[in-house]
């Protein structure tokens, strides 16, 4: 009696780490936080202005897969948008900057949709809005600061 509630244990044992094992994903996942770390990115092409400024670059990935970074840049050399494309298309983190430098936009993007959250700023840094997406889709809670960046305003996207 005692031998089959040994085994019943292993059993149950087993079983539960198996299943942590394969909620895991079989084993260690795969960093993709290096996908957007600029270092592991060369110069590719360049886009020029007729006055030979340059406003745009785009950088290969070293890694071997097909991702890009695109850097935006204005007259004074600053760069006003950055983002990442992977076959294309924008996927990862896009941040988008007012001519002062300060940060106008952040969001997050897979397949060339917006997928997660969306961040704009006002002029001076404060958060205006916090927008969610799903697949390019309107999701979840979208809150509306003042220009203070206080008393959000919640309104519900999901239909």
């Known amino acids: 009696m005692m031998y089959r509630y040994i ?3 292993k059993c149950t044992v087993s079983v ?22 600029e270092s592991k990115y060369k110069p590719s092409k360049q886009h020029l202005s007729p006055d030979k400024e340059v406003l745009l670059e785009i950088y290969k ?22 983002y990442f494309l992977y076959n294309g298309k924008r996927s990862g983190p896009l941040v988008r900057y007012y001519p002062n430098g300060v940060k106008m936009y952040e969001g997050y993007f897979k397949d060339g949709k917006e997928d997660s959250v969306q961040i704009l ?3 001076d840094g404060k ?21 203070l960046g206080l008393n959000p305003v919640k309104v519900y996207k999901d239909k």
């Open 7 to 9: 085994k019943n244990i």
């Open 16 to 37: 539960c780490l198996l299943v942590l094992f394969a909620a895991c994903g079989g084993g260690r996942q795969p960093d993709k936080g290096h996908i957007f770390d």
């Open 61 to 82: 990935y070293t890694g071997g897969e097909s991702w890009e970074l695109v850097k935006a840049y204005d007259s004074n050399k600053k760069v006003i948008a950055k």
């Open 121 to 123: 700023y006002y002029p």
């Open 127 to 147: 958060k205006q809005t916090e927008m969610f997406y799903k697949d390019g889709r309107e999701a979840g809670t979208w809150y509306y600061y003042d220009s």
